[in-house]
């Protein structure tokens, strides 16, 4: 990469930061998502779409905390609720009004959805999603995509990055993405290949009346962030439903393609959801929700529960007020304007591969995308996998971007925000530009 006019950006006070943090948290960090070598740039505040570090350096933010903050810094209305709700009680030991009115509001949105739970985190709702269909099916195994991504649950972990020496002869075998997963964790989950019907649909009618749920999310990040194609979401309803295991839909991410969510793109049903990031508002949420017979199992009012439910903090009033006021921001006009702005980006950065002559395009739909430096075609996690020069070029380009100003994730996601307008997509798109003009004039 050669040098870029912000290279000399100071990051002394980061860096402090970091050097500070080492001595209390392993790595210096408490996130591995957010590690960053040298070290990471840490905020002092955010305004809208921007992110002003502690070195005073502004950053148009592009990742928005891994998609969470579809409303990005400071939205008036989010803080209003907040700040009515901190001074009346942060969390009980009781229900609240704000609970059954975010209840409401999703139940009304998602038409696969009568009711919900509350958690804190997509992790914990992928759980309880998983535990829900063990409990209503009585079976043992859920089946999911290779190389998706669904949390730090042990069964949803199952493949995340399992490598061509892994990969088995045909079809995907279960391995273990963290060191001292259980054997019984993966002989109970079947890794099933991303956006191949016909295979998919072939592993779970193998597994058959062994299988509690089948896990998808629609457009897997870290498995490249291509839609599913409409006959791979058909395939998995069809399946699950000749076998009588569940259909898991989790939009802790794809939840921000419209206003009823992702399910409505595919046309499809699915018997669970997983939510979590923007409907928290920017405070810690998940939530599972599905149809009132399947729900039935952590309904404790006739003794305990088929699965019970815990969690301190669940369904805290910050947390839901927060959420339905960012869901209430969040209406057709809104979609419509994220829709272009993510069309913008995507087209505008394609434009800049062709120009410069560089290998390279973008996936993804609504206010995500993705880069990859490749013109191999793209549609599930082996055929996204970077090869080591794609790699390079990807870290380059995240690196111009810091640089110049535009945070993004590091594996090329970009998740717009309600706040950008036409002035910050000039920006970005220019910020792009100049890195990809550079990766193209750096010897290969
Ligand atoms: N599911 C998906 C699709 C996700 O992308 C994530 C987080 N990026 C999770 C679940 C886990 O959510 P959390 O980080 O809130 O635990």
């Not at 059954?100 to 009568?114: H, K, N, P, Q, Y």
């Not at 927060?322 to 209430?328: F, N, R």
């Not at 993510?342 to 995500?368: M, Q, W, Y």
Request: charged letters at 20%; hydrophobic letters at 40%; proline letters at 7%.
């Amino acid at each position: 990469m050669t040098k870029s006019k912000t290279a000399q950006r100071n990051l002394r006070a980061s860096r402090e930061l970091h050097d500070r943090a080492k001595r209390s948290l392993p790595g210096g960090n408490t996130r591995t998502t957010v590690f960053m070598l040298p070290h990471p740039i840490y905020p002092e505040r955010g305004e809208g779409c921007r992110l002003i570090d502690v070195d005073g350096n502004a950053y148009i933010d592009c990742i928005n905390n891994f998609t969470a903050l579809i409303h990005g810094y400071g939205h008036p209305a989010i803080t209003e609720a907040v700040m009515r709700q901190l001074p009346l009680g942060t969390c009980f030991g009781a229900p609240t009004e704000s609970e059954i009115e975010l209840a409401e509001l999703l139940a009304a949105r998602v038409g696969s959805v009568d009711q919900l739970r509350f958690c804190n985190s997509g992790t914990e709702a992928v759980m309880f999603a998983l535990k829900a269909a063990r409990a209503f099916t009585g079976r043992p195994k859920i089946a999911k995509c290779e190389g998706a991504y669904h949390g730090t649950y042990d069964y949803a972990e199952v493949s995340l990055d399992s490598k061509p020496d892994s990969w088995g002869a045909n079809w995907p075998r279960s391995v273990a993405y963290a060191r001292g997963t259980p054997e019984g964790v993966l002989a109970d989950v079947v890794t099933i290949p991303f956006n191949d019907p016909v295979a998919a649909a072939e592993l779970i009618r193998a597994h058959g009346n062994e299988l509690a749920a089948v896990l998808v999310d629609p457009m897997p990040n870290r498995a490249g962030l291509v839609p599913a194609t409409p006959a791979y979401i058909q395939a998995l309803r069809e399946s699950t439903k000749a076998t009588g295991s569940l259909l898991i839909f989790d939009e802790v991410i794809v939840f921000r393609l419209g206003h009823g969510g992702a399910q409505p793109f595919w046309n499809v049903e699915a018997d669970l959801t997983t939510f979590g990031k923007i409907m928290g508002g920017g405070f810690p949420v998940g939530a599972v929700g599905g149809r009132k017979e399947i729900m039935a199992v952590f309904d404790p009012s006739k003794g305990k529960p088929a699965l019970p439910h815990g969690g301190t903090f669940s369904a805290n009033p910050v947390t839901m007020r927060a959420g339905i006021a960012a869901m209430e921001l969040l209406d057709e006009t809104a979609f419509r304007h994220l829709e272009r702005l993510g069309e913008a980006v995507r087209n505008g950065i394609d434009h800049s591969f062709r120009r410069h002559g560089l290998p390279g395009a973008t996936t993804g739909k609504g206010s995500l995308l993705k880069i990859h430096f490749t013109d191999r075609p793209v549609r599930d996690y082996r055929t996204a996998m970077p090869r080591p020069e794609e790699a390079a070029r990807l870290d380059g380009f995240f690196r111009a971007l810091l640089d110049r100003g535009v945070l993004i994730a590091p594996n090329g996601l970009f998740a717009l925000s309600t706040p950008m307008g036409d002035r910050e997509v000039e920006q970005i798109l220019a910020v792009c530009d100049s890195a990809i003009a550079s990766l193209a004039a750096a010897p290969a």
